[in-house]
């Protein structure tokens, strides 16, 4: 817009005003539009500190569920290896008590400290536990363990 029409334009208001300014209506009229405008902002204002609020409700929720979903995932994590123990023990009470059961060293200790049934000889440990999870996949399959 060039300097003339933003005069005219101006002039054009001044004059709008100007016609209105004597009349009780106009005037009530702008009352009631400042009030209005006025009502208008402050609620604004009122919902812009809302949605702030919002916001950081939002923000703090979302850090819960995240901590939440690694907490589980940690949960899960231990269920599985508690269940993989479960299923050996489970697998290890319903073998026969013969000789045809499979044959997986473990090292039995006393209540003595260092003392064990087979002088400290068998698997310990993880290696223990991979016998026996070979010694049950063989079984599975069919295969001699």
């Known amino acids: 817009m060039s300097k003339t029409e933003t005069q005219s334009e101006a002039l054009r208001l001044a004059a709008l005003l100007q016609c209105g300014a004597d009349d009780l209506m106009w005037i009530l009229h702008c009352e009631m539009l400042k009030e209005t405008v006025g009502d208008a902002a402050a609620e604004l204002r009122r919902l812009d500190a809302e949605v702030r609020e919002l916001k950081m409700t939002v923000q703090h929720e979302s850090l819960c569920v995240e901590a939440a979903k690694e907490r589980i995932e940690a ?8 269940r993989a123990d479960a299923e050996r023990y489970r697998w290890l009470r319903v073998q ?34 991979q016998a026996i999870d070979a010694a049950m996949a063989a079984a599975k399959t069919g295969d001699a363990a």
């Open 75 to 82: 949960l899960d994590a231990e269920n599985k290896a508690l």
């Open 96 to 129: 026969p008590d013969d000789c045809s059961a499979p044959r997986i060293d473990i090292c039995h200790w006393t209540c003595e400290p260092g003392d064990s049934v087979n002088n400290g000889e068998g698997l310990r440990g993880d290696a223990a536990d």
